[in-house]
């Protein structure tokens, strides 16, 4: 979502589903290019007390209409929290496979609980989806893969964990942002400072959204008075509506499809993930549908090919649907899981064709080396910081075309052989 802070750690890793902000993402990704930007590491805790600071806060957070019996509310017995501070600091060395990913997503009980849950929500969901142009099928996906369908909001306070981060030092500007618009959310009274429940991050609710994201497309649906992600179902759901809808969300549009490509020796950069075609320009280049779709009226529409495991894996075709699911979450591979599970909810899933599971995925320590590697290349990466983003798939694919190698732009370890082999 915006300024959701899970894509920075989606490009790092892929963990246990632990709620929509931060669900678990594979390496492979199209790139995040939302994340916050990266600010000293060092604490401010060096520098002042949490008091001084907490002080400084309060007197900002009272200009901007926060009353003081609420700020003390919200602030009263509250000390920093070194689980939320641990969790910041950890880059986890090795990270899952998408195909483990999309097997977690799509997984059978998700599948029969969305099933079920969109039986028993239909009447809701059919006014959401008058009011907002947003499938039903595809919001029970994301209220899935956020929270479990409302099971796993989160249990920390919101409130200290956006301090503690705010305080601690690495990029306090945002996660100041993020706390003084959760204290605005209090004084709007929505929530009570106790019952503001997320992520050690500070995502909220059934729908995990941000302080300030839940600021700009929170709705009250059921009527009540107040816009209620933590307990009303309703208000969630209408809540990734609005978003979605805002986003560009296009009703009754597919977000992609899985495609066949036409050969062995199919040029791999067209799949770089910027490069846009019309569906009816994609199928000129002998690409189709593995499974049967109408792609009569869908011609015109602009595509990306992706790859999400390089040229050994599936290929798929991806609409503006799916672009608009990214910028709930800015990870593809969280992007494909949504798709996927809301074809799955509808019956109309087929698993991808054969992953290339001999592959191991690189460990950090290794894409830190790919990345110091193609520097002294001559292959521009950027910063070697183990995330690949824009620039590392980039100077990959660059690397692969000056050996003769297909440029999928995939870091595998075949990959990191060939540019150790280069570099001595």
Known sequence: MLERFSSFY???TIGLLCGPAFAATPAPLITPSASPSTQSSTPLATQRSFADWRAGLRMQALNEGITPLLFEQAFAGLTLDPQVIAADQSQPEFSRPVWEYLDSAVSSWRVARGKALLAEHAKVLRAIESRYQVDPSILVAVWGMESGFGQNIGSKNVIRSLATLAYEGRRSAFWRSQL??????LQEGDISPNAMLGSWAGAMGQTQFMPTTYRQYAVDFDGNGRRDI?????????????????SGWQHNQPWGFEVELPSRDFDYILADGALKKTLAQWQALGIKPRNKINLRPLKQQQATLFLPSGHNGPAYLLLDNFRSILKYNNSSSYALAIGLLANALKGDYSAPVVWPKHERMLSRTE??????????LGFDSGNPDGIIGVN??????DFQQSQGLAADGHPNEELLKSVRKAAR
């Open 392 to 397: 590392s798939r980039q100077a990959v694919r």
């Open 10 to 12: 989606c490009a790092i």
């Open 180 to 185: 003084l618009a959760a204290l605005h959310i």
């Open 367 to 376: 894409r830190v080396e790919l990345q110091t590697l193609l520097n002294s």
């Open 230 to 246: 933590w307990r009303s179902s309703d208000d969630a759901l209408a809540s990734a509506a609005n978003y979605l809808s805002l």
